[in-house]
Protein backbone atom coordinates (compact mmCIF):
# COMPACT_ATOMS: atom_id res chain seq x y z
CA UNK A 1 0.00 0.00 0.00
CA UNK A 2 1.12 3.16 -1.02
CA UNK A 3 0.20 6.85 0.46
CA UNK A 4 0.22 10.14 -0.90
CA UNK A 5 -0.19 13.42 1.04
CA UNK A 6 -0.46 16.67 -0.93
CA UNK A 7 1.02 19.60 0.88
CA UNK A 8 1.78 23.78 -0.19
CA UNK A 9 -1.45 24.81 -1.24
CA UNK A 10 -3.10 28.34 -0.11
CA UNK A 11 -4.00 31.15 -1.03
CA UNK A 12 -2.17 33.48 -2.89
CA UNK A 13 -2.51 36.43 -5.28
CA UNK A 14 -2.40 36.53 -9.21
CA UNK A 15 0.96 36.83 -10.50
CA UNK A 16 2.71 34.93 -7.46
CA UNK A 17 4.03 31.70 -6.79
CA UNK A 18 3.76 28.20 -4.97
CA UNK A 19 5.19 25.40 -4.72
CA UNK A 20 3.37 21.84 -3.66
CA UNK A 21 4.98 18.80 -2.59
CA UNK A 22 3.67 14.99 -2.18
CA UNK A 23 4.93 12.78 -0.27
CA UNK A 24 4.82 9.16 -0.96
CA UNK A 25 5.33 6.28 1.93
CA UNK A 26 4.68 2.96 2.18
CA UNK A 27 5.89 0.75 -0.59
CA UNK A 28 7.27 2.99 -2.62
CA UNK A 29 8.36 0.09 -5.43
CA UNK A 30 4.52 0.40 -6.33
CA UNK A 31 5.60 3.68 -7.52
CA UNK A 32 6.69 4.63 -11.28
CA UNK A 33 5.59 7.66 -13.13
CA UNK A 34 4.07 10.55 -11.35
CA UNK A 35 1.71 13.57 -12.08
CA UNK A 36 -0.23 16.59 -10.56
CA UNK A 37 -4.11 16.81 -11.50
CA UNK A 38 -6.25 19.88 -11.17
CA UNK A 39 -10.04 20.10 -10.95
CA UNK A 40 -11.74 23.47 -10.78
CA UNK A 41 -15.19 23.60 -9.25
CA UNK A 42 -17.55 22.57 -11.80
CA UNK A 43 -14.95 21.00 -14.05
CA UNK A 44 -13.63 17.97 -14.91
CA UNK A 45 -10.23 16.70 -13.77
CA UNK A 46 -7.23 17.38 -15.45
CA UNK A 47 -3.86 16.54 -16.16
CA UNK A 48 -1.59 19.35 -15.08
CA UNK A 49 1.78 17.91 -15.52
CA UNK A 50 3.48 14.43 -15.33
CA UNK A 51 7.44 12.79 -14.19
CA UNK A 52 8.30 9.48 -15.18
CA UNK A 53 10.85 7.78 -12.96
CA UNK A 54 13.66 8.35 -15.21
CA UNK A 55 12.99 12.19 -14.94
CA UNK A 56 10.82 12.85 -18.53
CA UNK A 57 8.40 15.52 -18.36
CA UNK A 58 5.29 16.44 -19.91
CA UNK A 59 3.20 19.79 -19.28
CA UNK A 60 -0.58 20.73 -20.18
CA UNK A 61 -0.60 23.49 -22.85
CA UNK A 62 -2.46 25.43 -20.07
CA UNK A 63 0.79 25.46 -17.70
CA UNK A 64 3.58 25.38 -19.76
CA UNK A 65 6.01 27.65 -18.89
CA UNK A 66 4.55 28.70 -16.07
CA UNK A 67 5.36 25.31 -13.49
CA UNK A 68 8.11 22.88 -13.46
CA UNK A 69 7.41 19.48 -12.11
CA UNK A 70 10.30 17.53 -10.61
CA UNK A 71 10.82 14.38 -8.03
CA UNK A 72 13.12 13.13 -5.61
CA UNK A 73 13.25 9.97 -5.99
CA UNK A 74 15.39 9.51 -2.48
CA UNK A 75 12.80 11.21 -0.64
CA UNK A 76 10.31 9.80 -2.61
CA UNK A 77 8.27 13.58 -3.02
CA UNK A 78 6.97 15.20 -6.16
CA UNK A 79 6.86 18.59 -6.31
CA UNK A 80 4.96 21.04 -8.83
CA UNK A 81 6.23 24.70 -9.05
CA UNK A 82 4.09 26.99 -10.00
CA UNK A 83 5.23 30.76 -10.88
CA UNK A 84 2.77 33.51 -12.24
CA UNK A 85 -0.52 32.24 -11.61
CA UNK A 86 -3.51 33.13 -12.70
CA UNK A 87 -7.26 32.72 -11.07
CA UNK A 88 -7.79 29.92 -13.66
CA UNK A 89 -5.37 28.08 -11.45
CA UNK A 90 -7.51 27.81 -8.91
CA UNK A 91 -8.43 24.11 -8.35
CA UNK A 92 -7.88 21.26 -5.69
CA UNK A 93 -4.39 20.28 -7.01
CA UNK A 94 -3.96 16.12 -7.02
CA UNK A 95 -0.68 13.90 -7.16
CA UNK A 96 -0.99 10.99 -8.53
CA UNK A 97 1.57 7.90 -8.82
CA UNK A 98 1.43 5.02 -11.80
CA UNK A 99 2.40 1.18 -10.56
CA UNK A 100 5.04 -0.44 -12.68
CA UNK A 101 3.37 -3.24 -14.86
CA UNK A 102 6.01 -5.70 -13.34
CA UNK A 103 4.70 -5.37 -9.56
CA UNK A 104 1.04 -4.41 -10.21
CA UNK A 105 -0.10 -7.82 -9.11
CA UNK A 106 1.71 -7.69 -6.00
CA UNK A 107 0.97 -4.09 -5.26
CA UNK A 108 -2.83 -4.81 -5.89
CA UNK A 109 -3.65 -1.77 -7.81
CA UNK A 110 -2.69 0.29 -10.88
CA UNK A 111 -2.10 3.14 -9.57
CA UNK A 112 -2.68 5.73 -6.42
CA UNK A 113 -4.26 9.42 -5.58
CA UNK A 114 -3.45 11.86 -3.10
CA UNK A 115 -6.18 13.52 -1.09
CA UNK A 116 -5.81 16.90 -2.77
CA UNK A 117 -4.72 20.48 -1.88
CA UNK A 118 -6.74 23.65 -2.38
CA UNK A 119 -4.89 26.48 -4.72
CA UNK A 120 -6.56 29.49 -4.77
CA UNK A 121 -5.47 32.52 -6.97
CA UNK A 122 -7.45 36.09 -6.24
CA UNK A 123 -7.15 38.38 -8.48
Known amino acids: QVHLVESGGGLVQAGGSLRLSCAASGDTICLSAMAWYRQAPGKERELVAT???????YYADSVKGRVTISRDNAENTLFLQMNSLDPEDTAVYYC?????????????????WGQGTQVTVSS
Open 96 to 112: YADTPLDVRAWCGTVDY
Open 51 to 57: ISSGGDT
